[in-house]
């Protein structure tokens, strides 16, 4: 799973992809229960190889569908100083986008000026 998530982050690194339980347990605190380790046991035993497209014009939505066909509980966050934000109002946003308003968002919040 870490392979998973450090190719993601290397095409957008202000992105970052978690992976979640298929029922999504929340804890005592109201938090979500996010998966390390192997992710062989909660992958879909389909016999074909399945590709998800990451690609810079796929929205967060379709990304996170893209992961749940395959059995996987994928959530798309987003850099905001020095926090990761969810996406669930801008999941109609592209990855590239996203990425882009993180960067933008992270110069204005260290005082650097925004390209």
Not at 87 to 109: C, D, F, G, M, P
Request: aromatic fraction near 8%.
């Amino acid at each position: 799973m870490d392979s998973l998530q450090e190719a993601f982050s290397s095409a957008y690194p202000l992105l970052r992809v978690v992976f979640y339980s298929q029922d999504v347990l929340r804890n005592n605190h109201g938090q979500k229960k996010m998966l390390t380790g192997k992710i062989a046991p909660f992958v879909n035993p389909e016999p074909a190889y399945r590709f998800v497209d990451i690609s810079k014009d796929k929205t967060v939505s379709e990304v996170e569908t893209a992961f749940t066909e395959l059995g996987l509980r994928a959530q798309i966050l987003r850099k905001s100083g020095t926090a990761w934000i969810e996406t669930i109002l801008t999941r109609y946003l592209t990855l590239e986008v996203q990425n882009h308003e993180a960067e933008i968002l992270s110069k204005s919040l260290s005082g650097l000026p925004a390209s």
